[in-house]
């Protein structure tokens, strides 16, 4: 069962404490679209009074985190997770306002990655995201690459509390 907005926030949340902090929301895990937004604020701002880079950055990353959720849905984390591989980013122009980062990412790339989780290999996609001021101008763009990896017995994350990590 697809996991709401609301769902995979609270998720997100709780597995990354950062994203609390940052007050990011969640807008869209529905429709091959990905959306998170992060407020402007006194902890987000820097020196400028605009978005922080590293914010800017972070809300465009998480949207692979985004993805794997809403192609495996939240009950299948604990056998199997999503990891970046790399980010690019290049920024536009100074973010004055809040940020609302997105990314597309179509239902086919989703099959692929589950036949190849369902056979037991690893698989990376790349995603292509737009972060956007309220305004909507364009303030950077990220390309990114993931991996989501089958859980496997051989390890532990104490911290997580879950194998294979």
């Known amino acids: 069962m697809a996991a709401s907005e609301t769902e995979v926030e609270a998720a997100l949340r709780r597995i990354f404490p950062i994203y609390e902090h940052a007050g990011l929301t969640v807008e869209s895990v529905r429709d091959g679209i990905y959306r998170v937004r992060i407020p402007l604020n006194r902890e987000n701002g820097n020196h400028l009074n605009t978005v922080h880079a590293a914010l800017q950055w972070a809300a465009a990353e998480v949207l692979g985190g985004l993805v794997v959720m809403a192609v495996f849905g939240l009950e299948q984390l604990d056998k199997m997770y999503g990891a970046v591989?790399?980010?690019?980013?290049d920024f536009q122009r100074p973010a004055r306002s809040a940020i609302v980062a997105e990314a597309l990412f179509d239902e086919r790339e989703a099959r692929r990655i589950e036949q190849m989780m369902g056979d037991g290999q690893d698989a990376t996609f790349h995603l292509h995201a737009v972060v956007r001021d309220e305004g909507g101008a364009t303030v950077a763009v990220t390309e990114a690459v993931y991996v989501v990896r089958p859980l496997r017995p051989?390890?532990?994350?104490?911290?997580?509390?879950r194998?294979?990590?």
Do not use: E, W
């Open 85 to 89: 591989q790399s980010v690019s980013i």
């Open 154 to 161: 051989a390890k532990a994350d104490v911290r997580l509390g």
């Open 163 to 165: 194998a294979g990590m």
